[in-house]
């Protein structure tokens, strides 16, 4: 049986860094807007919740 707080703790860090990796590439592309921005916002908040209910 798999533990529900490794799951949630995989799914929120696997969508932080896409969602990182998205934003990245579209820095690179040239598309510098407030979405970006939002992007990064969202990766970094995933990965802090990940990490979060890893450590609780």
Request: net charge negative.
């Amino acid at each position: 049986m798999v533990d529900i707080d490794f799951v949630v703790v995989m799914i929120c860090l696997i969508t932080g860094f896409l969602l990182g990796g998205i934003a990245s590439i579209m820095s690179i592309i040239g598309r510098s807007s407030n979405v970006m921005l939002l992007l990064n916002v969202a990766a970094g908040g995933l990965i802090i919740i990940g990490v979060a209910i890893a450590l609780l």
